[in-house]
């Protein structure tokens, strides 16, 4: 069943392509309000008297950068913007699924995979750059001729990871979706209210679990037992 989309109306370009750039644009536009008006403030540590776009930036913030030093520790800061900006690109995408006129982006697999590709290539940049012989040896495992068997299990476990990140979001997004437009077909009234609700809770939980698992990642491939290492990781 084929439905309108606003993004249809643009010729030359993919549906998913074009609404995923008009989340980044939105984004961009966000930061750069949300930069402008703690510029301007008289004291950046004193909150804004009411609900600003700066206040709210700073809640996501604080939100997420606790996200990822209950995984990664006390040293995160490094990849707290990295995977700030994996939760709210990806939660962007999966709201816009909820106006009418629009297919969320995560809702197509090619959009799905590239960011488990863009996680999987990080997550392992990071495990070179920082633990580098290290961090091959896990491969290994912890005695060396086990290594015949272990690194295709290791190397098999690693390159499934991208693909069933985006296998998970995209079934959970393009499911949601579906439902959502039939039962917004079926009756305007009540009924899809309902789903409205269960859609929203249903996309803040794909971009928390993408998010968290991807960090999880990360933290498998840094020195174990010493993410102080982790400061490193600023200069890069």
Known sequence: MSHFTWMSLIPGIADHTATATLVLVILVGVAWLAKRQL?????????????TVRNVMEIFVETIAGIVRDVLGPNARPFI????CFFLFILSCNLFGLLPGFSPPTSN???????GVCSFLMYNYYGLSLGGVEYLK?????IWWLGILMVPLELIDNFVRPLS???RLFG???GDHLVLSIFT??????VPVVFYILGTLVCFIQAFVFTLLSV????????????AHAEQAHGH
Do not use: C, E, K
Request: avoid cysteine; glycine fraction near 6%; proline fraction near 9%.
């Open 39 to 51: 510029a301007a403030a008289a004291d950046p540590v004193i909150p804004d008297a009411t609900l």
């Open 81 to 84: 913007p990295l995977y700030g």
């Open 109 to 115: 697999f090619n959009v799905t995979f590239a960011l």
């Open 138 to 142: 896990h491969f290994v495992g912890p």
């Open 165 to 167: 990140l985006a296998l």
């Open 172 to 174: 959970n997004m393009n």
């Open 185 to 190: 077909d079926m009756t305007y009234v009540i």
């Open 216 to 227: 999880v990642y990360l933290s498998l491939a840094l020195p174990h037992g010493d993410h």
